[in-house]
């Protein structure tokens, strides 16, 4: 399996929309709570370690970056 980085959800606009509906009101420490519990249910429905490695390195290049 390979990591895809090019877009696939076929309607990211009402994904961003309901991400940010579930963090509407919540504390700012409930809200990292909600983002940890949902990589954790994506990362357990991809399922493959690999993919999951490779997805952990390439958020990190996209944070070191300036």
């Known amino acids: 399996m390979t990591l895809h980085t090019a877009p696939r959800i ?5 994904f ?3 991400l940010m509906e579930a963090h ?3 504390p700012a420490e409930e809200s990292r ?18 993919v999951l490695m490779a997805a952990i ?6 944070a070191d970056r300036p």
Do not use: F, T
């Open 24 to 26: 509407r009101a919540l």
């Open 33 to 50: 709570r909600l983002d940890a519990r949902l990589v954790l249910l994506l990362a357990n429905q991809i399922g493959d370690q690999a």
């Open 16 to 18: 961003y929309e309901a």
């Open 10 to 14: 076929p309607d990211p606009d009402a």
């Open 57 to 62: 390195a390439a958020a990190r290049a996209a």
